[in-house]
C-alpha cells in the first residue's frame, strides 16, 4: 500500500490567514478586546478554540459569548476568505504526489457545507479520495473528526501508511491518536516555536512536508 497524506485546508493548502486574523479581530471586538497583529495571533491561538479566548479573557467565555464570538468570526471570514488563495505550489505538489502513484483526501475542521464547494471552486475535488469538513459545533479538536474520515476511507488507506499534512499542534495530535504520521508547516495558525514542542518535523514549506511524507512511512 502506498503513502496516504491527509491534508489540512485552512492555513495549509488555502493561505487564508488574512481572513482569519481579521475574522478573530471582529470575533474579539463583540467581548471588548482589541485587535491582533498577526504575529501575537500566531504566538497566542491554540485549539481548542475556546481556551484560546480563555487565555484573552481570563476566563472561559460564557455559552452566550462563545455563540456570539463564533458567529462573528464566520460572518467576517465569509465576507474576507474570497480574497485568498491556494499556498504557493499547491496544484503542482497535489499533481504530482498522485502521478507518483500515492493518494490524498482533505479533512477541515471548517464546516463541510461550505468547505466542499471552496474546495470545487479551485478544481481541486478531483485531486482527492474524499473531502470531510467539520459536521458538528465549532470550537472541538481534530482527532475525532480523523478517526471518522479515515473510517469511511475504509481499505483504501493505512493509518500506519498516513502522514497528516496541517498547521495546527491538534493535527498532529489527531494523527498520534489514530497512530498516523503528522509534518506540521510553519505558514498557517502557529509560530514554530509552538508546533515544536509537539515532537514531530516541523517544517516551511508544503513541497517540505511532502518530501518529509514520503520518508516517514518508507
Known amino acids: 500500500m502506498r503513502t496516504h497524506i491527509v491534508w489540512d485546508?485552512?492555513?495549509t493548502l488555502f493561505h487564508d490567514m488574512d481572513a482569519v486574523l481579521g475574522a478573530s479581530n471582529a470575533?474579539?471586538?463583540?467581548i471588548g478586546i482589541g485587535p491582533m497583529t498577526m504575529q501575537q495571533y500566531r504566538e497566542q491561538y491554540e485549539i481548542p478554540i475556546?481556551?484560546?479566548?480563555e487565555r484573552?479573557?481570563?476566563r472561559m467565555p460564557s455559552a452566550e459569548e462563545w455563540l456570539e464570538l463564533d458567529?462573528?468570526?464566520h460572518v467576517r471570514y465569509r465576507e474576507l476568505s474570497p480574497a485568498c488563495g491556494l499556498t504557493e505550489g499547491v496544484r503542482e505538489l497535489l499533481a504530482d504526489w498522485r502521478a507518483a502513484g500515492h493518494s490524498q483526501s482533505l479533512l477541515s475542521m471548517y464546516e463541510h457545507d461550505k468547505l466542499v464547494p471552496m474546495v470545487d471552486t479551485f478544481g481541486l475535488t478531483g485531486s482527492f479520495l474524499r473531502v470531510d469538513g467539520r459536521s458538528g459545533p465549532?470550537?472541538?479538536?481534530?482527532a475525532e473528526q480523523l478517526t471518522r474520515h479515515l473510517a469511511a476511507l475504509g481499505e483504501h488507506v493505512d493509518p500506519a501508511r498516513t502522514v497528516l499534512i496541517g498547521d495546527a499542534a491538534d493535527d498532529a495530535l489527531a494523527a498520534?491518536?489514530?497512530?498516523?504520521?503528522?509534518v506540521l508547516y510553519t505558514g498557517g495558525s502557529h509560530t514554530r516555536e509552538k508546533l515544536e514542542p509537539v515532537g514531530v518535523p516541523v517544517v516551511d514549506s508544503l513541497?517540505?512536508?511532502?518530501?518529509?511524507?514520503?520518508?516517514?512511512?518508507?
Open 9 to 11: 485546508w485552512n492555513g
Open 27 to 30: 470575533a474579539f471586538e463583540t
Open 50 to 53: 475556546p481556551r484560546f479566548y
Open 56 to 58: 484573552l479573557l481570563g
Open 71 to 73: 458567529d462573528a468570526f
Open 138 to 142: 465549532s470550537g472541538g479538536m481534530k
Open 176 to 182: 498520534l491518536h489514530v497512530g498516523a504520521r503528522a
Open 207 to 218: 513541497a517540505e512536508a511532502v518530501e518529509l511524507a514520503g520518508r516517514l512511512t518508507d
